[in-house]
């Protein structure tokens, strides 16, 4: 969509709700490509479902946080404690 008035802010502001400059702007970029080579519904429902799978689980995390619950569940299903996150990580500990 065109914009009505072009200004030197134009392209700023049009890139305000963007998600190229966010964490996951190389798995929607990776989407935009593909589906510029094979247009918008075939891309969404046929050629582009990897990487449009990968963007999602970036922006929403629900495939991180549904193994987390599992992993969860069965620890306590095994009754083991909780493990505390390393003070100091381990392979650069190694290499001073």
């Known amino acids: ?14 890139s305000w709700g963007g998600m190229e400059q966010g964490r996951c702007g190389e798995f929607y970029m990776d989407f935009m490509r593909c589906a510029s080579r ?18 999602n689980e970036c922006a929403t995390g629900l495939k991180q946080a549904k193994r987390y619950r599992i992993i969860k ?5 095994q009754n083991r404690p909780y493990i505390e996150p390393l003070v100091e990580d381990v392979l650069r500990a190694g290499t001073s």
């Open 1 to 14: 969509m065109l914009p009505i008035i072009y200004s030197p802010v134009t392209k700023y502001i049009a």
């Open 73 to 77: 569940k069965e620890r306590e299903r």
């Open 38 to 55: 094979v247009g918008g519904p075939r891309a969404m429902n046929v050629d582009c479902v990897k990487e449009l799978a990968d963007f």
